[in-house]
C-alpha cells in the first residue's frame, strides 16, 4: 500500500518526513502504478493506493516533484495505524504557548480521530488512516476562504475532505482540517478557557466535517453533530461544549457577529417551510411595536417561500392592528383574513384560506367562579370571546389592554349571569408579578384542582385556559392540518407559554428577555425584542 499525504502550500512538513530524496511525478506515475486525482480542497493531488509499497508523499506544486519515504510492506491484518501529522503554516508567528498547543494537538488529534470514525464504514477495510492539521494564523485562513468559498473573511476553522470511496484502498485519507491560532484565541478568551481548549474544540468540529456531518444541512443534522462533538468532547475528558452548542448559546446580535457557520442554514433556500413567531415580547418591542428590521427580514423570508405564521395569546383582530403600520397585514403579508394562525393561546386555530380548525372554549362554571373572585377581591378579569373581550368590571386596565395591546375594548357585564350569553376561550387576571406567584396562581391551582391550564405570557397578567389547551397544541393542531412535519418548523418566542411550541419543532429560538424557563428549553437564544432579536434569528437560521 502506498501512505501519501499531501502538505499545504506554504506549510512546514513534519520532520518524520523530511530529508528523503525527490522523484519526478511524471516519471514515478508511468514507472509505477500509481493514480493521482485532484480533489477539493487545498490539497491539490490525493494518492490512491495501487502498488505494494508504502510511503510518505509531499507535494512541491511548483516543481511537481513528491518525496516518498517507503515505510514498510503489506503486513498481516492488524489494529488501525492513525496518523494525525499537525502543521505550521510557515508565516505563523510563533510563540511558547501556541509551541505548546500544537504539540499537545499532535497527541490529541490521534485520540479525536480513534472516536470519531467507530462505525465509519469508510475505515472498516483500511488499514491506515491519515487526518492533516494545519495551524495557522487569521491572514491565511482568510485566503482560503477566498479562494474555496467566496468569503472574503477569516473564520476559525475550515475543513477539507478527500472524498476517498470506501475499500478500494488499505489507507484512508480524511483530509485536512484548518484551524486560526488567532480567531481561536479570541474565542478562548471570550469562553473563558485555555487556547488548547478552543483548539481542540475546533479540532473537533473540523473532523466531524471531514467524515461527513454538516450542520448547515436541517435542524437534525445541526442536532447530530452537536451530539457527536460532545460525545467525543466528553469521553477525552477536554474542557468546553461543541463549537454548535458554545456559538448556539451565545447571542450574536448583541455582542458580535457570530464567526462560525454552526446552525442549521442554507445558502440557495431555507431548511424551514415554516415559521411560527409569538407577538407580544417577541415580534413586538417594549414600545408594542414590529421595528423595521424586523419587518424587513419578514417580508425577505416570505420572498424566499417560508410561510410565516404568528403563534400568540392575542385575539386575530388585535394581531392585524399591530402588524398593519408596518405593512405586515393583508394579501401578501404576514396575517389576512385568509392566512393561517393560531390565536388566544392555541384556542383559535385557522386554517389555509382562513377555516376555523379549532375553536376551545372554557366551562362556564370556571367562568363565573372567576368573575365573582375578580369582583370580591377586586382584581381585573377579562374574557377572551373570538374578538370581543368581556370584563367584570370597568378598570384603567381595559384601556391598557386596548391601547397597549391593541386587542379590542372591553365589553363591562352589567351581571355575571350575561356569561351564558358568550363563549369565553379563555380568562385574563391583572395584577401585580408578586401578587400573581404568592397568591392568584396557588388559590386558582387549588380551585381548578388541576382540570384548568394556568399560564403566564406576561408577568402581570395570569391566563386560565381549558384543560390540556396551550399555544404549543394549537400549533400542533394546525401543522396537522397542513400536513407539516415539526421538524421542518422554527418556532420563536419568550414567555412561559411559549414553551411547549418551542419543545415541539425542529428548531426552537428563544428571545433574550425570555422566561426562565423558556431559555433553557430553546435550543438556541437571541437577542431581546428591543435589539431585533427576530431579525437576528431569521438573518442566522432562515434567510441566505
Known amino acids: 500500500m502506498a501512505l501519501a499525504r499531501s502538505v499545504l502550500p506554504g506549510t512546514k512538513a513534519s520532520s518524520r518526513i523530511s530529508g528523503i530524496g525527490y522523484f519526478n511525478l511524471r516519471q514515478w506515475q508511468r514507472s509505477s502504478s500509481v493514480a493521482f486525482t485532484r ?76 472516536l470519531a470514525i467507530k ?212 394579501q401578501g403579508g404576514v396575517l389576512s383574513s385568509t392566512t393561517p394562525g393560531v390565536f388566544i393561546q392555541g384556542l383559535l386555530v385557522f386554517g389555509e384560506g382562513g377555516a376555523v380548525v379549532h375553536r376551545g372554549v372554557l366551562p362556564l362554571d370556571y367562568c363565573t367562579k372567576a368573575f365573582q373572585y375578580s369582583l370580591e377581591h377586586n382584581i381585573p378579569a377579562v374574557g377572551f370571546c373570538g374578538d370581543r373581550i368581556v370584563a367584570s368590571f370597568d378598570h384603567p386596565f381595559l384601556d391598557h389592554l386596548h391601547e397597549d395591546y391593541f386587542e379590542p375594548r372591553g365589553e363591562v357585564l352589567k351581571s355575571i349571569d350575561e356569561l351564558e350569553k358568550h363563549k369565553v376561550q379563555k380568562l385574563l387576571f391583572f395584577e401585580e408579578q408578586e401578587r400573581i406567584d404568592r397568591i392568584l396562581r396557588p388559590e386558582w391551582q387549588s380551585i381548578t384542582q388541576g382540570h384548568a391550564t394556568l399560564v403566564q405570557a406576561q408577568r402581570d397578567m395570569l391566563e386560565i385556559l381549558p384543560e390540556g389547551a396551550s399555544k404549543g397544541a394549537g400549533v400542533k393542531l394546525l401543522l396537522q392540518h397542513m400536513d407539516v412535519d415539526p421538524d421542518e418548523v422554527m418556532a420563536i418566542g419568550d414567555g412561559e407559554n411559549d414553551i411547549e411550541m418551542l419543545e415541539m419543532v425542529g428548531w426552537g429560538v428563544a428571545m433574550g428577555n425570555g422566561a426562565p424557563k423558556t431559555l433553557e428549553v430553546a435550543d438556541v437564544t437571541v437577542a431581546t425584542n428591543d435589539k431585533d432579536g427576530v431579525a437576528e434569528a431569521l438573518e442566522r437560521f432562515i434567510l441566505p
Open 39 to 114: 480533489s477539493w480542497a487545498p490539497i491539490k493531488w490525493s494518492l490512491q493506493q495501487r502498488c505494494s509499497a508504502s510511503g510518505f508523499l509531499v507535494s512541491d506544486r511548483k516543481s511537481s516533484q513528491f518525496q516518498v519515504k517507503c515505510v514498510s510492506t503489506v503486513a498481516p491484518e492488524k489494529e488501525l495505524e492513525i496518523s494525525t501529522p499537525v502543521i505550521a503554516e510557515e508565516s505563523l508567528a510563533m510563540t511558547p504557548e501556541i509551541q505548546g498547543a500544537i504539540k499537545e494537538l499532535e497527541k490529541d488529534a490521534r485520540l479525536a480521530v480513534e
Open 119 to 330: 462505525g465509519y464504514e469508510a475505515a472498516e477495510s483500511a488499514e491506515t488512516t491519515e487526518l492533516s492539521v494545519t495551524i495557522c494564523d487569521d491572514k491565511y485562513i482568510q485566503k482560503l476562504n477566498k479562494e474555496w468559498l467566496g468569503k472574503d473573511r477569516p473564520t476559525d476553522v475550515l475543513s477539507f475532505p478527500q472524498d476517498q470511496p470506501a475499500g478500494e484502498s488499505p489507507l484512508l485519507l480524511l483530509g485536512d482540517v484548518v484551524i486560526s491560532v488567532e480567531t481561536a484565541a479570541r474565542q478562548a478568551q471570550e469562553r473563558n478557557h485555555s487556547l488548547l481548549d478552543e483548539m481542540r474544540i475546533l479540532l473537533v468540529h473540523g473532523l466531524l466535517h471531514v467524515l461527513g456531518h454538516d450542520h448547515e444541512l436541517g435542524v437534525k443534522e445541526s442536532k447530530a453533530m452537536a451530539k457527536k462533538e460532545m460525545e467525543i468532547l466528553s469521553s477525552l475528558g477536554w474542557t468546553g461544549k461543541g463549537l454548535i452548542s458554545a456559538s448556539q448559546s451565545e447571542p450574536a446580535a448583541d455582542t458580535k457577529e457570530s464567526k462560525t457557520k454552526s446552525v442549521p442554514r442554507k445558502k440557495k433556500r431555507s431548511p424551514f417551510k415554516i415559521l411560527f413567531c409569538d407577538m407580544d415580547g417577541t415580534l413586538l418591542n417594549s414600545r408594542s411595536q414590529v421595528s423595521r428590521k424586523t419587518a424587513d427580514a419578514l417580508k425577505a423570508a416570505l420572498g424566499i417561500g417560508v410561510q410565516v405564521i404568528i403563534a400568540t395569546g392575542k385575539t386575530r383582530q388585535a394581531t392585524m392592528k399591530a402588524l398593519r403600520p408596518v405593512g405586515l397585514e393583508g
